[in-house]
């Protein structure tokens, strides 16, 4: 048999990261990401574990070294920890990495297990520090189960990484004391820019910060020099003096970073989208569901290639207009 190939796509960028989403289900509601009453699949339509295993050891036989769940919150997902134990014995078996982005509201509970089954960092998203906002933006009351979360994936020796999406009139204030909380713990913090992803309750145009803004209120603080350290991700990192962290911007509105991408997603429904900023789409699920699902993940794999585009298309509307793409975020995962 034919040794596999690896995924290069057609301006031979070679594909090493999957993000692949585990469930579209949450038990917060973050009013950036989606409505309060979201529709949620029907559990047929979605991966089953032997499914979702089955494919990650597909793109690793192709060369994917590294794999991020997430969702939907990929904790609420009951067999998750199942998953975790599957993929952790590929790692250093052409898997390097496993990591997840969650929320942390159940990470009290789990983060001995991740750890034991060969997980080693989290991104864990942090929007805001306030009770109150935070109860407000999420829609539920549940900062300190996140605090307790944060604390228990750290003693269990899990590197963690906040992520914090910066939005006009919500958290923007409270984001230099966000920061210098999380590199006084040892966390680095990455701030995402809000972007138009699905339709949700609120205009989001409102609440668009560019990071240039946040940038300059940090500045007035802190002393933030460019960093060499690089994730071959869209962030851009800067040492802090003051407190000896890092913090990083992503900024996918305003900056292209596409030119180095070396990712592709996955959403719990087993869609592959090959850029989160573009239309273009390849169904795993239909070549696992066929008669024979190996060859079929390996043809599908390989259609992704010639698909995936150069770079994504998003845009900011004009206020109250349609988001740039449908689908939430909650989809995809980022
Ligand atoms: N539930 C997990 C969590 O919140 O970390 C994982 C999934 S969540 C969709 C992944 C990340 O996407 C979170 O950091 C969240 O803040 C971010 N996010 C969701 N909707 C977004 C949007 N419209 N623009 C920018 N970031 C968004
Ligand atoms: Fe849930 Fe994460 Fe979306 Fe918030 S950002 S609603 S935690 S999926």
New binding site residues.
């Given amino acids: 048999m034919e040794k596999p190939q690896p995924l290069v796509d057609q301006f031979q960028r070679r594909i090493s990261y999957l993000r692949l989403s585990v469930t579209d289900r ?5 009013s ?3 409505p309060e009453r ?1 529709t949620f699949l029907p559990k047929a339509e979605v991966l089953t574990l032997e499914e979702l295993y089955r494919m990650a050891l597909g793109f690793v036989a192709r060369g994917i070294t590294k794999i991020r769940l ?4 990929p904790l609420v997902r009951r067999d998750m920890i199942e998953l975790v134990q599957a993929l952790g014995k590929k790692l250093g078996d052409g898997l390097e990495e496993l990591t997840l ?3 942390a ?1 159940q990470m009290a509970d789990h983060a001995e297990a991740l750890y034991a089954a060969g997980v080693r960092r989290v991104n864990i ?1 942090l929007d805001t520090l306030d009770r109150d906002a935070f109860a407000r933006l ?1 829609r539920r009351d549940q900062l300190p189960q996140v605090l307790e979360g944060i604390a228990a994936a750290q003693s269990a020796g899990l590197k963690v990484k906040i992520n914090t ?1 910066a939005l006009k009139g919500i958290n923007a204030q409270g984001i230099p004391d966000l920061m210098a909380w999380a590199h006084g713990r040892g966390m680095d913090l990455t701030l995402i820019e809000v972007m138009p992803l699905g339709e949700v309750e609120e205009d989001r145009f409102d609440h668009y910060l560019p990071l240039s803004e946040v940038r300059a209120a940090l500045d007035t603080r802190f002393t933030l020099t460019p960093s060499d350290h690089r994730t071959g991700g869209p962030a851009r990192y800067f040492d802090v003096a003051e407190t000896g962290g890092r913090v990083g911007l992503i900024t996918p509105l305003t900056n292209n970073f596409c030119e180095g991408c070396n990712r592709v997603r996955v959403t719990a429904t087993g869609q592959l989208f090959p850029c989160l900023g573009g239309g273009e789409r390849v169904d795993l699920r239909a070549a696992l569901r066929s008669d024979d699902p190996d060859v079929a993940l390996d043809l599908a794999l390989d259609q992704a290639m010639k698909i995936k585009p150069l770079r994504h298309h998003f845009e900011i509307n004009a206020p109250g207009g349609a988001p740039a793409l449908a689908r ?3 989809m995809t995962g ?1």
């Fill in positions: 949450c038990d917060l509601r973050c950036y990401c989606m979201m997430t969702g939907g919150e982005t969650t929320n509201t998203s999420t999406v939430h975020m909650s980022g």
